[in-house]
């Protein structure tokens, strides 16, 4: 159980500390198109936040969140890089 906690940590903390460019990079491999712009405008609205991943009900909260940055659709595409993340 202590090494799951820890994973979900480490995990957690890359997503609210996430880059710009390294969210390029997870949604080139996942093929998903979203611009420069918007992964900055996701990365700055992700750092801070605190957000547990694994718990679906924040997980849910925040792609609604980046909704109103990237549209339905990218929102849940950048949902799929999270629950990946999980598994």
């Known amino acids: 159980m202590g090494h799951l906690k ?3 940590k480490i995990i957690n903390h890359k997503i609210n500390s996430i880059t710009g ?17 918007q992964a900055e405008q996701i990365a ?13 009900v924040e997980r849910k909260n925040l792609i609604n969140e980046l909704t109103n940055i990237v549209g339905n659709e990218k929102a849940n595409e950048i949902n799929r890089i999270f629950v ?4």
């Open 21 to 37: 460019r390294e969210l390029l990079k997870y949604a080139k491999q996942f093929q998903i198109s979203i611009t420069d712009e």
């Open 44 to 56: 700055a609205h992700l750092r801070g936040k605190n957000v547990n991943i694994f718990n679906d």
């Open 6 to 8: 820890i994973f979900q």
């Open 84 to 87: 990946s993340f999980t598994k």
